[in-house]
Protein backbone atom coordinates (compact mmCIF):
# COMPACT_ATOMS: atom_id res chain seq x y z
CA UNK A 1 0.00 0.00 0.00
CA UNK A 2 1.06 3.62 -1.11
CA UNK A 3 2.05 5.44 2.39
CA UNK A 4 -0.35 8.49 0.06
CA UNK A 5 -3.29 6.21 -0.37
CA UNK A 6 -6.09 6.71 1.89
CA UNK A 7 -6.76 3.49 4.28
CA UNK A 8 -10.17 3.28 3.50
CA UNK A 9 -11.69 4.14 0.07
CA UNK A 10 -15.77 4.19 -0.05
CA UNK A 11 -16.43 4.17 -4.37
CA UNK A 12 -19.99 4.28 -5.74
CA UNK A 13 -21.47 1.98 -2.59
CA UNK A 14 -24.50 0.60 -3.10
CA UNK A 15 -26.42 -1.80 -0.44
CA UNK A 16 -30.35 -2.82 -1.05
CA UNK A 17 -32.15 -5.35 1.82
CA UNK A 18 -35.23 -7.21 0.99
CA UNK A 19 -38.27 -6.01 2.37
CA UNK A 20 -40.65 -8.08 3.89
CA UNK A 21 -43.34 -8.43 1.70
CA UNK A 22 -42.30 -4.75 0.01
CA UNK A 23 -39.96 -3.66 -2.38
CA UNK A 24 -35.99 -3.80 -1.28
CA UNK A 25 -35.26 -1.02 0.79
CA UNK A 26 -31.95 0.72 -0.10
CA UNK A 27 -29.78 1.08 2.37
CA UNK A 28 -26.96 3.00 0.48
CA UNK A 29 -27.06 4.96 -2.87
CA UNK A 30 -23.67 6.00 -4.76
CA UNK A 31 -22.05 6.59 -1.63
CA UNK A 32 -18.36 7.73 -1.67
CA UNK A 33 -15.28 8.90 0.28
CA UNK A 34 -12.39 8.46 1.83
CA UNK A 35 -10.13 8.41 5.23
CA UNK A 36 -6.48 8.73 5.47
CA UNK A 37 -4.30 7.33 8.15
CA UNK A 38 -3.83 9.62 11.44
CA UNK A 39 -7.34 11.35 10.42
CA UNK A 40 -10.86 10.96 12.71
CA UNK A 41 -14.02 10.94 10.10
CA UNK A 42 -16.84 11.57 11.70
CA UNK A 43 -20.26 9.66 10.10
CA UNK A 44 -23.94 11.21 11.31
CA UNK A 45 -27.03 11.50 9.73
CA UNK A 46 -30.69 10.08 11.22
CA UNK A 47 -31.78 6.39 11.82
CA UNK A 48 -31.89 4.72 8.19
CA UNK A 49 -29.47 6.91 6.57
CA UNK A 50 -26.88 3.77 6.49
CA UNK A 51 -24.22 4.25 8.74
CA UNK A 52 -24.44 0.96 10.07
CA UNK A 53 -24.53 -0.88 7.12
CA UNK A 54 -21.47 1.38 5.76
CA UNK A 55 -19.58 -0.14 8.20
CA UNK A 56 -20.78 -3.32 7.69
CA UNK A 57 -19.26 -3.13 4.28
CA UNK A 58 -16.07 -1.28 5.79
CA UNK A 59 -15.62 -4.39 7.95
CA UNK A 60 -16.34 -7.10 5.29
CA UNK A 61 -19.16 -8.27 7.14
CA UNK A 62 -21.18 -7.51 3.92
CA UNK A 63 -20.72 -7.48 0.47
CA UNK A 64 -21.78 -4.45 -1.57
CA UNK A 65 -24.69 -4.53 -4.51
CA UNK A 66 -22.27 -2.12 -6.47
CA UNK A 67 -19.19 -0.24 -6.02
CA UNK A 68 -16.50 -0.90 -3.49
CA UNK A 69 -14.60 -0.57 -0.01
CA UNK A 70 -11.08 -0.48 -0.37
CA UNK A 71 -9.54 -0.93 2.81
CA UNK A 72 -5.97 -0.72 3.19
CA UNK A 73 -5.37 -1.16 -0.51
CA UNK A 74 -7.50 -4.56 -0.39
CA UNK A 75 -10.50 -5.19 -1.98
CA UNK A 76 -13.40 -5.64 0.95
CA UNK A 77 -14.88 -8.79 -0.97
CA UNK A 78 -11.93 -10.95 -2.08
CA UNK A 79 -9.36 -10.09 0.35
CA UNK A 80 -12.03 -10.28 3.54
CA UNK A 81 -9.76 -12.23 6.02
CA UNK A 82 -6.48 -10.57 5.48
CA UNK A 83 -8.58 -7.11 6.25
CA UNK A 84 -10.45 -8.43 9.22
CA UNK A 85 -6.81 -9.41 10.73
CA UNK A 86 -5.69 -5.44 10.43
CA UNK A 87 -9.33 -3.78 11.17
CA UNK A 88 -10.50 -3.63 14.58
CA UNK A 89 -15.04 -2.53 14.78
CA UNK A 90 -16.91 -1.95 17.37
CA UNK A 91 -20.41 -2.23 16.64
CA UNK A 92 -23.28 -0.62 18.58
CA UNK A 93 -23.76 -3.59 20.83
CA UNK A 94 -20.11 -5.03 21.52
CA UNK A 95 -19.78 -8.48 22.19
CA UNK A 96 -18.58 -8.64 25.68
CA UNK A 97 -19.00 -11.38 27.65
CA UNK A 98 -20.65 -10.62 30.52
CA UNK A 99 -19.81 -13.44 32.89
CA UNK A 100 -15.93 -13.10 31.60
CA UNK A 101 -13.70 -10.67 34.39
CA UNK A 102 -12.18 -7.61 31.74
CA UNK A 103 -9.12 -9.81 32.03
CA UNK A 104 -10.84 -12.74 30.78
CA UNK A 105 -12.63 -10.52 27.72
CA UNK A 106 -9.21 -9.09 26.69
CA UNK A 107 -7.32 -12.47 26.76
CA UNK A 108 -10.57 -13.94 24.74
CA UNK A 109 -10.59 -10.98 22.04
CA UNK A 110 -6.43 -11.45 21.62
CA UNK A 111 -7.00 -15.35 21.37
CA UNK A 112 -9.72 -14.74 18.71
CA UNK A 113 -7.07 -11.78 16.76
CA UNK A 114 -3.63 -14.23 17.31
CA UNK A 115 -2.23 -11.48 19.35
CA UNK A 116 1.24 -12.96 20.07
CA UNK A 117 1.85 -13.89 23.55
CA UNK A 118 4.63 -12.03 24.63
CA UNK A 119 2.90 -8.53 23.12
CA UNK A 120 -0.14 -9.28 25.53
CA UNK A 121 1.29 -7.80 28.93
CA UNK A 122 2.35 -4.48 27.82
CA UNK A 123 -0.82 -4.09 25.35
CA UNK A 124 -3.09 -5.26 28.41
CA UNK A 125 -1.10 -3.05 30.68
CA UNK A 126 -1.52 0.27 28.42
CA UNK A 127 -5.38 -0.38 27.56
CA UNK A 128 -6.40 -0.78 31.03
CA UNK A 129 -4.73 2.10 32.27
CA UNK A 130 -5.87 4.53 29.52
CA UNK A 131 -9.33 3.32 29.77
CA UNK A 132 -8.73 3.45 33.54
CA UNK A 133 -10.15 -0.37 33.88
CA UNK A 134 -6.96 -1.83 35.42
CA UNK A 135 -8.49 -1.51 39.25
CA UNK A 136 -11.49 -3.41 37.84
CA UNK A 137 -9.51 -6.29 35.77
CA UNK A 138 -10.83 -9.33 37.94
CA UNK A 139 -14.85 -7.84 37.72
CA UNK A 140 -17.09 -9.69 36.04
CA UNK A 141 -18.26 -7.63 32.39
CA UNK A 142 -21.82 -8.08 33.40
CA UNK A 143 -21.53 -5.94 36.50
CA UNK A 144 -19.78 -2.82 35.46
CA UNK A 145 -21.50 0.05 34.59
CA UNK A 146 -22.69 1.12 31.26
CA UNK A 147 -19.54 3.73 30.69
CA UNK A 148 -16.53 0.98 32.19
CA UNK A 149 -18.63 -1.67 29.49
CA UNK A 150 -18.22 0.59 26.71
CA UNK A 151 -14.42 0.91 27.64
CA UNK A 152 -13.54 -2.17 28.08
CA UNK A 153 -15.14 -3.01 24.53
CA UNK A 154 -13.24 -0.20 23.34
CA UNK A 155 -9.87 -1.59 24.87
CA UNK A 156 -10.79 -5.29 23.37
CA UNK A 157 -11.35 -3.70 20.08
CA UNK A 158 -7.73 -2.11 20.19
CA UNK A 159 -6.28 -5.42 21.54
CA UNK A 160 -4.38 -5.90 18.66
CA UNK A 161 -2.90 -2.68 17.29
CA UNK A 162 -5.43 -1.95 14.18
CA UNK A 163 -4.15 0.31 11.21
CA UNK A 164 -8.59 0.94 10.77
CA UNK A 165 -10.98 1.50 13.41
CA UNK A 166 -14.33 1.60 12.87
CA UNK A 167 -16.53 2.65 15.99
CA UNK A 168 -20.22 2.49 15.29
CA UNK A 169 -22.14 5.02 17.86
CA UNK A 170 -19.35 4.56 20.83
CA UNK A 171 -20.74 6.69 23.48
CA UNK A 172 -24.31 5.83 22.91
CA UNK A 173 -26.03 5.15 26.87
CA UNK A 174 -22.59 6.43 28.17
CA UNK A 175 -22.40 9.94 30.91
CA UNK A 176 -20.60 12.63 29.85
CA UNK A 177 -17.54 11.63 31.61
CA UNK A 178 -17.07 8.44 30.10
CA UNK A 179 -17.86 9.46 26.80
CA UNK A 180 -15.05 12.14 27.15
CA UNK A 181 -12.42 9.56 28.47
CA UNK A 182 -13.30 7.59 25.13
CA UNK A 183 -12.40 10.20 22.89
CA UNK A 184 -9.64 10.77 24.69
CA UNK A 185 -8.24 6.91 24.08
CA UNK A 186 -9.45 7.24 21.03
CA UNK A 187 -7.37 10.19 20.30
CA UNK A 188 -3.83 9.20 22.05
CA UNK A 189 -4.80 5.82 19.60
CA UNK A 190 -4.38 8.10 16.72
CA UNK A 191 -1.65 10.23 17.94
CA UNK A 192 0.87 7.44 18.90
CA UNK A 193 -0.24 4.63 16.16
CA UNK A 194 -1.09 6.48 13.18
CA UNK A 195 -4.31 5.20 12.57
CA UNK A 196 -6.99 5.87 10.76
CA UNK A 197 -10.78 6.30 12.48
CA UNK A 198 -14.33 6.32 11.01
CA UNK A 199 -17.08 6.69 13.44
CA UNK A 200 -20.83 7.57 13.63
CA UNK A 201 -21.87 9.25 16.29
CA UNK A 202 -25.60 10.25 17.36
CA UNK A 203 -23.45 13.25 19.27
CA UNK A 204 -22.96 16.43 16.67
CA UNK A 205 -20.89 17.73 19.53
CA UNK A 206 -18.69 14.76 19.01
CA UNK A 207 -18.74 15.16 14.60
CA UNK A 208 -17.66 18.84 15.16
CA UNK A 209 -13.93 17.80 16.97
CA UNK A 210 -13.41 15.29 13.73
CA UNK A 211 -11.71 16.19 11.08
CA UNK A 212 -13.93 15.66 8.82
CA UNK A 213 -17.67 14.74 8.67
CA UNK A 214 -20.05 12.96 6.37
CA UNK A 215 -23.39 13.48 6.49
CA UNK A 216 -25.97 10.56 5.42
CA UNK A 217 -29.80 10.67 4.81
CA UNK A 218 -31.40 7.42 3.48
CA UNK A 219 -28.77 6.13 1.88
CA UNK A 220 -27.36 9.11 0.17
CA UNK A 221 -24.25 11.51 0.86
CA UNK A 222 -25.69 14.89 1.41
CA UNK A 223 -22.34 16.61 2.23
CA UNK A 224 -18.71 16.39 3.49
CA UNK A 225 -16.15 18.93 4.27
CA UNK A 226 -14.70 19.94 7.46
CA UNK A 227 -16.83 21.45 10.48
CA UNK A 228 -15.93 24.45 9.67
CA UNK A 229 -16.90 24.74 6.18
CA UNK A 230 -20.70 23.70 7.70
CA UNK A 231 -20.59 26.33 10.36
CA UNK A 232 -19.48 29.02 7.69
CA UNK A 233 -22.44 27.81 5.48
CA UNK A 234 -25.31 28.82 7.73
CA UNK A 235 -23.16 31.54 9.26
CA UNK A 236 -26.07 34.32 10.10
CA UNK A 237 -28.86 32.10 10.47
CA UNK A 238 -28.36 31.51 14.39
CA UNK A 239 -30.11 33.31 16.97
CA UNK A 240 -30.12 32.82 20.91
CA UNK A 241 -33.75 33.52 22.50
CA UNK A 242 -33.14 34.81 25.64
CA UNK A 243 -36.48 35.15 28.08
CA UNK A 244 -36.41 38.45 30.00
CA UNK A 245 -40.02 38.04 32.11
CA UNK A 246 -39.66 35.00 33.74
CA UNK A 247 -41.19 32.58 31.05
CA UNK A 248 -39.67 29.20 31.30
CA UNK A 249 -37.07 28.50 28.02
CA UNK A 250 -39.26 25.42 27.81
CA UNK A 251 -42.30 27.31 26.80
CA UNK A 252 -40.40 29.75 24.37
CA UNK A 253 -39.40 26.49 22.50
CA UNK A 254 -42.62 25.06 22.20
CA UNK A 255 -43.78 28.15 20.63
CA UNK A 256 -41.05 28.32 18.13
CA UNK A 257 -41.06 24.63 17.38
CA UNK A 258 -43.03 24.29 13.46
CA UNK A 259 -42.86 28.09 12.69
CA UNK A 260 -42.69 28.25 9.52
CA UNK A 261 -39.21 29.35 8.47
CA UNK A 262 -37.81 28.00 11.81
CA UNK A 263 -35.13 25.07 11.45
CA UNK A 264 -34.51 24.11 14.81
CA UNK A 265 -35.40 25.84 18.05
CA UNK A 266 -33.19 23.63 21.22
CA UNK A 267 -32.96 24.84 24.70
CA UNK A 268 -29.20 25.73 26.10
CA UNK A 269 -27.67 27.33 28.42
CA UNK A 270 -31.04 28.82 29.78
CA UNK A 271 -32.13 30.59 26.13
CA UNK A 272 -33.32 29.03 23.05
CA UNK A 273 -31.57 28.30 20.36
CA UNK A 274 -33.01 29.02 17.00
CA UNK A 275 -31.79 27.96 14.03
CA UNK A 276 -33.54 30.12 10.91
CA UNK A 277 -34.44 29.24 7.02
CA UNK A 278 -33.44 32.73 6.00
CA UNK A 279 -30.26 35.10 7.90
CA UNK A 280 -32.96 37.33 9.43
CA UNK A 281 -34.89 36.94 13.12
CA UNK A 282 -38.00 38.25 11.17
CA UNK A 283 -39.71 35.00 11.58
CA UNK A 284 -40.13 35.04 15.23
CA UNK A 285 -41.63 38.30 15.30
CA UNK A 286 -45.24 37.89 16.64
CA UNK A 287 -44.59 34.56 17.82
CA UNK A 288 -44.96 35.35 21.05
CA UNK A 289 -48.20 35.89 22.97
CA UNK A 290 -48.32 38.89 25.77
CA UNK A 291 -46.30 38.35 28.79
CA UNK A 292 -43.90 35.96 27.10
CA UNK A 293 -40.96 38.66 26.44
CA UNK A 294 -37.84 37.80 24.64
CA UNK A 295 -34.73 39.42 23.31
CA UNK A 296 -33.21 37.77 20.22
CA UNK A 297 -29.50 38.02 19.62
CA UNK A 298 -27.46 36.47 17.01
CA UNK A 299 -24.85 34.23 18.11
CA UNK A 300 -22.05 31.98 16.62
CA UNK A 301 -22.95 29.40 14.47
CA UNK A 302 -22.48 25.41 15.12
CA UNK A 303 -21.90 22.15 13.38
CA UNK A 304 -25.29 20.67 14.73
CA UNK A 305 -27.25 24.35 13.21
CA UNK A 306 -25.33 23.40 10.40
CA UNK A 307 -26.46 19.56 10.34
CA UNK A 308 -30.34 20.34 10.87
CA UNK A 309 -30.14 23.30 8.22
CA UNK A 310 -28.93 20.64 5.75
CA UNK A 311 -31.95 18.29 7.23
CA UNK A 312 -34.53 20.59 6.72
CA UNK A 313 -33.26 21.69 2.94
CA UNK A 314 -33.43 17.93 2.54
CA UNK A 315 -36.62 17.22 3.74
CA UNK A 316 -39.70 19.20 4.98
CA UNK A 317 -38.56 19.55 8.51
CA UNK A 318 -39.81 22.77 9.22
CA UNK A 319 -43.71 22.03 8.85
CA UNK A 320 -45.86 22.50 11.74
CA UNK A 321 -46.85 19.28 13.56
CA UNK A 322 -49.61 18.55 15.51
CA UNK A 323 -48.72 17.66 19.36
CA UNK A 324 -50.34 14.71 21.24
CA UNK A 325 -53.37 14.85 23.15
CA UNK A 326 -52.11 13.51 26.16
CA UNK A 327 -55.49 14.07 28.45
CA UNK A 328 -55.86 11.64 31.23
CA UNK A 329 -59.09 9.45 30.69
CA UNK A 330 -59.67 9.12 34.44
CA UNK A 331 -59.94 10.68 37.48
CA UNK A 332 -57.22 13.83 39.20
CA UNK A 333 -54.54 13.17 41.06
CA UNK A 334 -55.34 13.58 44.89
CA UNK A 335 -54.35 17.42 45.86
CA UNK A 336 -51.17 16.78 47.82
CA UNK A 337 -47.30 19.06 47.64
CA UNK A 338 -45.75 16.65 45.49
CA UNK A 339 -46.99 13.86 42.92
CA UNK A 340 -43.75 12.25 43.30
CA UNK A 341 -42.16 12.33 47.44
CA UNK A 342 -39.08 10.31 48.71
CA UNK A 343 -37.34 10.92 51.76
CA UNK A 344 -34.10 9.30 53.06
CA UNK A 345 -34.31 6.92 49.93
CA UNK A 346 -31.69 3.26 50.39
CA UNK A 347 -31.32 0.31 48.57
CA UNK A 348 -29.52 -2.01 49.13
CA UNK A 349 -28.77 -5.24 47.26
CA UNK A 350 -26.87 -7.13 50.09
CA UNK A 351 -23.32 -5.25 51.33
CA UNK A 352 -23.76 -3.23 48.31
CA UNK A 353 -25.62 -0.11 48.55
CA UNK A 354 -26.92 0.92 45.56
CA UNK A 355 -28.90 4.16 46.73
CA UNK A 356 -28.22 5.89 49.94
CA UNK A 357 -30.46 8.50 51.40
CA UNK A 358 -31.80 10.52 48.13
CA UNK A 359 -34.94 13.13 48.99
CA UNK A 360 -36.92 14.99 46.32
CA UNK A 361 -40.09 16.17 45.28
CA UNK A 362 -41.85 16.41 41.92
CA UNK A 363 -45.17 18.83 41.19
CA UNK A 364 -47.76 17.93 38.68
CA UNK A 365 -47.11 19.08 35.36
CA UNK A 366 -43.11 19.70 35.97
CA UNK A 367 -40.12 17.68 34.41
CA UNK A 368 -37.87 16.58 36.78
CA UNK A 369 -34.72 15.39 35.48
CA UNK A 370 -32.44 13.04 37.41
CA UNK A 371 -28.61 12.91 35.61
CA UNK A 372 -25.47 10.91 36.95
CA UNK A 373 -22.73 9.05 35.65
CA UNK A 374 -23.14 5.42 34.39
CA UNK A 375 -23.57 3.43 37.68
CA UNK A 376 -24.99 6.39 40.25
CA UNK A 377 -28.21 4.71 40.64
CA UNK A 378 -30.49 6.52 38.64
CA UNK A 379 -32.38 3.67 37.24
CA UNK A 380 -32.47 1.80 40.40
CA UNK A 381 -34.13 4.54 41.82
CA UNK A 382 -36.67 4.57 38.80
CA UNK A 383 -37.48 0.80 39.26
CA UNK A 384 -38.10 1.96 43.35
CA UNK A 385 -40.65 4.75 42.54
CA UNK A 386 -42.15 2.76 39.87
CA UNK A 387 -42.85 0.01 42.49
CA UNK A 388 -40.49 -2.31 40.81
CA UNK A 389 -38.22 -2.51 43.25
CA UNK A 390 -38.79 -2.35 47.03
CA UNK A 391 -36.88 0.58 49.07
CA UNK A 392 -34.61 -1.41 51.72
CA UNK A 393 -35.42 2.03 54.14
CA UNK A 394 -37.25 5.63 53.20
CA UNK A 395 -40.29 7.03 52.44
CA UNK A 396 -41.61 6.66 48.65
CA UNK A 397 -44.71 8.46 47.05
CA UNK A 398 -46.43 8.10 44.00
CA UNK A 399 -49.41 9.94 43.02
CA UNK A 400 -50.41 10.61 47.12
CA UNK A 401 -50.16 6.78 47.87
CA UNK A 402 -47.25 4.87 50.33
CA UNK A 403 -45.97 2.73 47.47
CA UNK A 404 -44.97 0.06 50.13
CA UNK A 405 -48.73 -0.42 50.81
CA UNK A 406 -50.99 0.65 47.57
CA UNK A 407 -48.18 0.20 44.95
CA UNK A 408 -50.78 -1.30 42.58
CA UNK A 409 -53.08 2.03 43.06
CA UNK A 410 -49.74 4.31 41.99
CA UNK A 411 -48.93 1.73 39.27
CA UNK A 412 -52.08 2.70 37.60
CA UNK A 413 -51.59 5.81 37.31
CA UNK A 414 -47.91 6.01 35.44
CA UNK A 415 -46.46 5.07 32.57
CA UNK A 416 -42.84 3.86 32.35
CA UNK A 417 -40.17 3.03 29.85
CA UNK A 418 -37.01 0.95 30.75
CA UNK A 419 -33.76 1.84 30.08
CA UNK A 420 -32.90 -1.62 28.11
CA UNK A 421 -35.39 -2.11 24.99
CA UNK A 422 -38.10 -4.32 27.22
CA UNK A 423 -40.47 -4.72 24.84
CA UNK A 424 -41.29 -8.19 23.13
CA UNK A 425 -38.60 -9.01 20.28
CA UNK A 426 -40.29 -11.86 18.97
CA UNK A 427 -43.61 -10.22 18.51
CA UNK A 428 -44.76 -7.02 15.82
CA UNK A 429 -45.35 -3.68 16.66
CA UNK A 430 -49.14 -4.22 17.16
CA UNK A 431 -48.91 -6.84 19.06
CA UNK A 432 -46.76 -5.14 21.31
CA UNK A 433 -48.97 -2.76 21.67
CA UNK A 434 -51.79 -5.19 22.28
CA UNK A 435 -50.35 -6.97 24.81
CA UNK A 436 -49.09 -3.87 26.75
CA UNK A 437 -52.35 -1.90 26.21
CA UNK A 438 -54.48 -5.13 28.18
CA UNK A 439 -51.89 -5.11 30.51
CA UNK A 440 -53.25 -1.82 31.63
CA UNK A 441 -56.41 -2.84 31.28
CA UNK A 442 -57.56 -1.64 28.24
CA UNK A 443 -59.95 -3.71 25.64
CA UNK A 444 -62.29 -3.02 22.62
CA UNK A 445 -62.97 0.09 20.79
CA UNK A 446 -60.86 1.80 23.50
CA UNK A 447 -57.83 -0.39 22.70
CA UNK A 448 -57.95 -0.44 19.09
CA UNK A 449 -58.47 4.20 19.20
CA UNK A 450 -55.09 4.34 21.35
CA UNK A 451 -53.52 1.38 19.34
CA UNK A 452 -54.06 3.51 16.21
CA UNK A 453 -53.33 6.43 17.91
CA UNK A 454 -49.77 5.28 18.66
CA UNK A 455 -49.21 3.81 15.18
CA UNK A 456 -50.33 7.35 13.76
CA UNK A 457 -48.13 9.80 16.57
CA UNK A 458 -45.20 8.22 16.88
CA UNK A 459 -44.98 7.23 12.81
CA UNK A 460 -44.89 3.78 13.36
CA UNK A 461 -47.65 2.38 11.03
CA UNK A 462 -45.43 1.53 8.10
CA UNK A 463 -43.73 -1.19 10.27
CA UNK A 464 -47.17 -2.23 12.43
CA UNK A 465 -46.27 -5.90 11.33
CA UNK A 466 -42.77 -5.54 11.52
CA UNK A 467 -40.96 -7.61 14.65
CA UNK A 468 -40.05 -5.09 17.20
CA UNK A 469 -36.70 -6.92 17.43
CA UNK A 470 -35.55 -6.56 14.19
CA UNK A 471 -36.77 -2.31 14.23
CA UNK A 472 -33.64 0.41 13.94
CA UNK A 473 -32.93 1.73 17.53
CA UNK A 474 -34.38 4.72 16.92
CA UNK A 475 -37.73 2.96 16.12
CA UNK A 476 -37.44 0.51 18.86
CA UNK A 477 -37.19 3.61 21.29
CA UNK A 478 -40.58 4.99 19.57
CA UNK A 479 -42.51 1.73 20.47
CA UNK A 480 -41.50 1.93 23.55
CA UNK A 481 -42.73 5.30 24.95
CA UNK A 482 -45.63 4.88 22.86
CA UNK A 483 -46.15 1.71 24.85
CA UNK A 484 -45.92 3.45 28.03
CA UNK A 485 -48.01 6.14 26.84
CA UNK A 486 -51.08 3.86 25.70
CA UNK A 487 -53.52 4.24 28.75
CA UNK A 488 -52.63 7.65 29.17
CA UNK A 489 -50.48 8.27 32.27
CA UNK A 490 -51.01 11.13 34.86
CA UNK A 491 -47.12 10.52 35.58
CA UNK A 492 -44.42 9.65 33.26
CA UNK A 493 -41.27 8.13 34.24
CA UNK A 494 -38.82 7.47 31.51
CA UNK A 495 -35.52 6.14 31.91
CA UNK A 496 -33.25 7.21 29.29
CA UNK A 497 -35.92 7.38 26.54
CA UNK A 498 -33.32 9.21 23.65
CA UNK A 499 -30.70 7.00 23.76
CA UNK A 500 -29.23 5.88 20.89
CA UNK A 501 -31.84 7.84 18.36
CA UNK A 502 -30.89 10.37 16.31
CA UNK A 503 -30.76 14.10 16.36
CA UNK A 504 -33.82 14.36 14.78
CA UNK A 505 -35.81 12.04 16.88
CA UNK A 506 -34.11 13.00 20.13
CA UNK A 507 -35.65 16.35 19.33
CA UNK A 508 -39.33 14.71 18.35
CA UNK A 509 -38.96 13.01 21.75
CA UNK A 510 -38.89 15.97 23.46
CA UNK A 511 -41.23 18.05 21.67
CA UNK A 512 -43.59 14.94 22.60
CA UNK A 513 -42.44 15.03 26.24
CA UNK A 514 -43.36 19.16 26.68
CA UNK A 515 -46.54 18.92 25.39
CA UNK A 516 -47.32 15.80 27.70
CA UNK A 517 -45.76 18.50 30.45
CA UNK A 518 -47.48 21.59 29.54
CA UNK A 519 -50.69 19.09 30.19
CA UNK A 520 -50.40 18.67 33.38
CA UNK A 521 -48.48 15.01 33.18
CA UNK A 522 -45.70 14.86 35.51
CA UNK A 523 -42.26 13.30 33.64
CA UNK A 524 -39.87 12.04 35.54
CA UNK A 525 -36.40 11.45 33.20
CA UNK A 526 -32.69 10.01 33.30
CA UNK A 527 -30.68 11.64 30.05
CA UNK A 528 -26.98 11.14 29.36
CA UNK A 529 -27.39 14.22 26.88
CA UNK A 530 -26.81 17.17 29.05
CA UNK A 531 -28.49 19.71 26.63
CA UNK A 532 -31.76 17.28 27.31
CA UNK A 533 -31.07 18.42 30.96
CA UNK A 534 -32.06 21.77 30.12
CA UNK A 535 -35.79 20.85 29.52
CA UNK A 536 -36.04 19.94 33.23
CA UNK A 537 -37.72 22.71 35.92
CA UNK A 538 -35.41 20.98 38.03
CA UNK A 539 -33.07 18.07 38.59
CA UNK A 540 -30.73 15.72 41.03
CA UNK A 541 -27.56 15.09 40.15
CA UNK A 542 -26.32 12.04 41.73
CA UNK A 543 -23.57 9.46 41.89
CA UNK A 544 -22.45 6.38 43.76
CA UNK A 545 -26.01 6.51 44.79
CA UNK A 546 -25.65 9.55 46.68
CA UNK A 547 -26.77 13.53 45.95
CA UNK A 548 -25.02 15.87 44.54
CA UNK A 549 -26.98 18.73 43.63
CA UNK A 550 -30.68 19.77 43.32
CA UNK A 551 -31.39 22.70 41.21
CA UNK A 552 -33.08 24.46 38.42
CA UNK A 553 -30.79 24.41 34.99
CA UNK A 554 -29.80 27.91 36.26
CA UNK A 555 -28.71 27.29 39.76
CA UNK A 556 -27.06 23.95 38.29
CA UNK A 557 -24.81 25.31 35.81
CA UNK A 558 -23.98 28.32 38.67
CA UNK A 559 -22.11 25.69 40.33
CA UNK A 560 -19.36 25.32 37.62
CA UNK A 561 -19.50 29.90 37.26
CA UNK A 562 -16.07 30.81 37.45
CA UNK A 563 -14.19 33.78 36.40
CA UNK A 564 -12.41 31.87 33.87
CA UNK A 565 -15.75 29.81 32.71
CA UNK A 566 -18.26 32.64 33.26
CA UNK A 567 -21.09 31.14 30.90
CA UNK A 568 -21.12 27.04 31.30
CA UNK A 569 -23.36 24.37 30.60
CA UNK A 570 -25.36 21.79 32.33
CA UNK A 571 -22.34 19.44 31.09
CA UNK A 572 -19.60 21.31 32.31
CA UNK A 573 -21.63 21.76 35.63
CA UNK A 574 -22.19 17.78 35.39
CA UNK A 575 -17.92 17.56 34.90
CA UNK A 576 -17.46 19.57 37.44
CA UNK A 577 -19.07 17.90 39.72
CA UNK A 578 -18.48 14.47 38.75
CA UNK A 579 -15.02 15.48 39.25
CA UNK A 580 -15.49 17.67 42.69
CA UNK A 581 -14.30 20.92 40.98
CA UNK A 582 -17.92 22.19 41.34
CA UNK A 583 -19.04 24.82 43.98
CA UNK A 584 -20.83 23.42 47.21
CA UNK A 585 -24.50 23.04 46.51
CA UNK A 586 -27.14 24.36 48.96
CA UNK A 587 -29.01 20.76 49.38
CA UNK A 588 -32.92 21.40 49.31
CA UNK A 589 -34.82 21.88 52.75
CA UNK A 590 -35.97 18.26 53.63
CA UNK A 591 -38.37 18.46 56.07
Not at 236 to 247: D, E, L, R
Not at 426 to 446: I, M, P
Request: hydrophobic share 40%; proline share 6%.
Amino acid sequence: MNPADPILAIQDLHKSFAGKAKAPVAALRGVSFAVQPREVVGLVGPDGAGKTTLMRLAAGLLVPDQGSATVLGLDSVRDTLLIQGRVSYMPQKFGLYQDLTCQENLDLYADLQSVELAARPARYTRLLEMTGLAPFSDRLAGHLSGGMKQKLGLACALVKSPELLLLDEPTVGVDPVSRRELWRIVGEMVASEGLGVLAATAYLDEAEKCQRVVVLHEGLKLAEGEPAMFREQVRGHSFAVVPTSGTRPRSIQARLVGQPGVVDATIRGGRVRVVTEGASPQVMEGTFPAGMAAEIRPVEPTFEDAFMKLQADTQDATAARTAPSPAASHSPLPASDSVVHTRGLVKRFGSFTAVSDIGFDVHQGEIFGLLGPNGAGKSTTFRMLCGLSKATAGEVRVAGRDLRRTGSYARQRLGYMAQQFSLYGQLSVTENLRFFGRAYGLSGKRLRTRIEWALAEFELAAHRDDSAGLLPGGYKQRLAMAASLLHEPDILFLDEPTSGVDPLARRDFWRRINAFAESGVTVVVTTHFMEEAEYCDRMLIMSQGRELATGTPQEIRDLARTAVHPDPTIEDAFIALAEGTAKPSAPEAKP
